[in-house]
């Protein structure tokens, strides 16, 4: 079995089946502005907290500059250095002494400092001052050879030029134990940042490339991962102020600009591939937080969801039959009989579409005057579409007139396959909402609001779901 040392990567080692392995060479390469610095100042510092005591040999960046920047995410080396526990070997300014010597120096400190952690930085700048391509070749070999015998576990960063995709140094593939490629990358014109683990020894991956960020420090992001809730609780909403209401999420009120505007419309738009309860871990909470002001929600569910599944979630977050029947009323097109006591279905069967927007008009003005409150009307464009057909944009044009008189709040969803009735949607709407599938990882961005890309992940510790983000930086 391999002996693992822990990378101190939040979220790699679980990939990497508990780090690296002990005594290995690892080449880290990635375009100018990659990440590979702090990636390689996590390894050190995780390290040296755990009385590992770890080496910086320098070509590329003076200590000063190393201490500082890694200061700037937490990470005090400072302290370390203090505590005897990490060192830095500066060789910017090693003009002469020739190859011999290098290897001399950094076999020295390795053994003298008792090294188990080593960061080279960077095999690029180093090579460039050779005369030869054969002496970077030479040099890699006699680095592997030091490392073998001192046991040490080595990240070796190599300098990839913007226009260049791998490493290129032509043996790296018979050299490195492992290679960990850093990439920056443009989706929908904003920044993603990718990790791509080309090779790792002893090591089963079932995926090799991971979404990261820069944002406290260096983290990827494995496959979104539905978790349960353990012990389910009742919602506890977040007040609304002024003129906005929260979409039940503090979060993502901050990210759209403090939450919904009163008479406002908002776009949610679903990727393809999306989890089922992607879609419910944003619109859930919305309709909760209402619901638990006493609030009327008019829901006409988007397809896979009816009536009986969004009683269900209701129930879970521990609501009443009355109020149930009191704060929300389900339309379904299909409905053939209604129980009495199902006060929250409203069936649109055998309705023209000007009698199904009369029938939606009257009821919100009925819920409105009931509760004295705005309400929430929800709708799935897919549903909505194959309800109301070819009057569906004038039906839309009607509708966001309407919530835009009587101070009510609209919601759109849309699925990936809506794409006319999404895009005619989206000129109307105040918040315009993505969210994409990339590598098994969800990513939220907003059009408007413009927003950076951020990675959506569940957080059910108030015992029920709720969208936790994490920016990409």
Not at 62 to 83: K, Q, T, V, Y
Not at 323 to 344: D, G, H, T, V
Not at 345 to 372: C, D, F, H, P, W
Request: net charge negative.
């Amino acid at each position: 079995m391999t002996k693992r040392i822990a990378t101190g990567i939040e979220g790699l080692d679980e990939v990497l089946q508990g780090g690296f392995p002990k005594g290995s060479m690892i080449l880290l390469g990635g375009n100018p502005g990659t990440g590979k610095t702090i990636f390689s100042g996590e390894f050190l510092h995780h390290g040296g907290k755990n009385y590992e005591n770890g080496l910086y040999v320098s070509f590329s960046e003076g200590r000063e500059a190393f201490i500082n920047n890694m200061s700037s995410f937490g990470l005090h080396f400072d302290e370390l250095e203090r505590e005897n526990r990490f060192k830095i070997l500066d060789l910017v300014t090693m003009k002469e002494g020739g190859l011999d010597t290098l290897m001399e120096m950094i076999t020295n400190d390795i053994d003298t400092f008792g090294v188990e952690r080593l960061v080279i930085d960077s095999f690029t700048a180093l090579s460039n001052a050779f005369e030869k391509p054969i002496d970077t070749r030479i040099t890699l070999h006699l680095l592997s050879k030091i490392i073998r015998q001192s046991g040490c576990t080595t990240i070796i960063i190599t300098e990839i030029p913007t226009e260049q995709q791998g490493i290129g140094l032509g043996i790296e593939e018979f050299v490195a134990d492992g290679i960990i490629i850093l990439k920056k990358k443009w989706l929908e014109n904003r920044l993603v940042r990718e990790l791509q683990i080309e090779k790792m020894r002893g090591t089963r991956m079932t995926e090799t490339r991971f979404p990261f960020t820069l944002h406290n420090g260096f983290k990827i992001f494995q496959p979104f991962e539905v978790s349960e809730v353990k012990e389910h609780k009742r919602f506890k909403p977040i007040p609304n102020e002024g003129e906005r209401f929260s979409t039940g999420c503090e979060e993502f009120d901050r990210i759209i600009g403090g939450g919904l505007l009163k008479g406002s419309m908002t776009l949610f738009e679903f990727g393809k591939n999306l989890p089922r309860a992607v879609p419910l871990l944003f619109l859930v909470p919305i309709v909760s937080n209402f619901a638990s002001q006493g609030m009327a929600n008019i829901i006409l569910p988007g397809s896979g969801d009816n009536a009986e599944s969004i009683y269900n979630i209701a129930k879970s977050l521990l609501f009443t039959d009355e109020e149930i029947n009191s704060f929300l009323r389900i339309m379904e097109k299909f409905r053939s009989y209604l129980k009495r006591e199902e006060k929250y279905i409203v069936s649109m069967n055998s309705q023209t579409t000007e009698e199904q927007y009369e029938k939606g008009a009257k009821l919100r003005q009925e819920l409105k005057k009931n509760t004295g409150k705005p309400v929430l009307e929800f709708l799935g464009l897919d549903t909505a579409e194959a309800a109301i057909g070819k009057d569906l944009k004038g039906i839309l044009d009607r509708v966001v007139t309407d919530i835009r008189i009587e101070g009510n709040i609209l919601i759109l969803a849309s699925k990936s396959e809506a794409g006319e009735a999404a895009r005619y949607a989206s000129n109307m709407a105040d918040v315009h909402i993505n969210l994409i599938y990339e590598n098994g990882v969800v990513l939220f961005y907003g059009i408007r609001p413009r927003t950076s890309f951020y990675v959506v992940e569940m957080d059910c510790s108030k015992g029920y779901r709720l969208p936790e983000f994490t920016p990409i930086l």
